[in-house]
């Protein structure tokens, strides 16, 4: 297909639009997102996509000469491959088509669409979801561009302002949350559940709190042998944990996993535990735990305490603003260019 007869498209929730209940049952894991793409029945209706999945959003972008037909399409496909009925995702899913795309996208890659306001997780997020659907052969010239711009405005936009300088990320609220309910919980035993990036940034975070009894697991481990010998931390082997749970007065979990990894009935009498973290997507932990006397914080406890965070970081926001306004209409130029539609000016 041409060029020219391209257009961009949206679909997608996020944490201000849907619960975390309606996150966690949209998510797509790297594994999901490749099994969906192998799925999609040839020939596409979209010439390229990119799906972006975080704790805090699904989106997927996509570019086709029609629309409205390739939005239809996509959703009929979506929930059949996640069991959902297509009148759902019309009542989940929000709608964009065109300049309010590339607005967004621009927005979410620059921290300033993020729960944690300013954050520079989400770049990292953009560029290994545009990485990961362009290896699978996914994308078209229009989006790759349109990703790596988006991407190298995000980092103009950190580089350039205060905007990400001290910006909370979402483990940092994992931990002042932990603080809050159990503030002298570095001197008791804590287990960090997954050795993903979450969970490492966990841990880390714990070390240079002072923490010095920290334990870790993970399905992998060897992954967890070899953090060991970098990081003063205990590894508690993978099929231990259910025997053990209940000897820990802290827990963090962070795994992808599809059914629940901790249940009420994994927690006997004279346990320990006071507090769980999770902080999967789908949730890891089922919320029948409390029933055992546990405080459980969830990815919705910890957006209230995020809010708090932003009003520490709109001081630069004109500045941000204008080199927003700078890079959208210096992208929209090249688009216009490129497919021969014509975006107004960004104002």
């Known amino acids: 297909m041409k060029a020219s007869e391209m257009e961009i498209g949206f679909l997608g929730t996020h944490y201000k639009a849907s619960s975390f209940t309606i996150l966690e049952a949209m998510a797509f894991s790297r594994e999901a997102i490749q099994s969906f793409y192998e799925h999609l029945p040839r020939p596409w209706l979209v010439d ?3 799906i972006v999945s975080t704790c805090n959003r699904v989106e997927f972008y996509f570019s086709a000469s029609d629309l409205t037909a390739a939005s239809k399409w996509l959703k009929g496909h979506i929930a059949a491959f996640k069991k959902l009925d297509k009148g759902y995702l019309d009542s989940v899913f929000e709608q964009r088509f065109g300049f309010s795309v590339i607005e967004h996208l621009f927005r979410v890659v620059s921290g300033l669409n993020s729960m944690v306001f300013g954050e520079n997780e989400i770049l990292r997020q953009i560029k290994e979801a545009y990485y990961l659907s362009n290896t699978l052969g996914a994308t ?3 989006l790759n561009k349109t990703f790596q711009v988006a991407v190298a405005v995000g980092k103009r936009i950190r580089k350039d302002t205060y905007i990400g300088q001290g910006a909370y990320s979402l ?5 002042d949350g932990v603080q809050n309910h159990f503030p002298d919980f570095i001197y008791h035993p804590l287990l960090v559940v997954g050795a993903g990036t979450m969970g490492m940034r966990i841990l880390r975070k714990l070390l240079s709190l002072g923490h010095q009894d920290v334990f870790i697991t993970n399905r992998t481990e060897d992954k967890c042998e070899k953090i060991s010998q970098r990081y003063p931390v205990c590894v508690l082997p993978y099929g231990e944990v259910l025997k053990r749970v209940g000897s820990f007065p802290v ?5 992808q996993s599809d059914q629940y990894f901790l249940r009420e009935k994994d927690f006997q009498n004279g346990h320990k535990t006071r507090l769980i973290v999770d902080l999967g997507i789908p949730r ?4 029948d735990v409390q029933r055992r006397s546990i405080q459980l914080l969830t990815m919705d406890n910890l957006k209230s305490i995020a809010e708090n965070t932003i009003f520490n970081r709109m001081n630069d926001i ?3 603003e204008a080199i927003f306004k700078e890079e959208m209409n210096r992208f929209f130029h090249w688009y216009r260019v490129k497919t021969q539609i014509c975006f107004p000016k960004f104002a």
């Open 251 to 255: 827990l963090v979990t962070a795994i």
């Open 318 to 320: 004109t500045k941000v």
């Open 48 to 50: 390229g996509m990119v």
């Open 171 to 175: 483990t940092s609220i994992a931990i």
């Open 284 to 287: 890891n932990v089922n919320p």
């Open 140 to 142: 078209d010239s229009v």
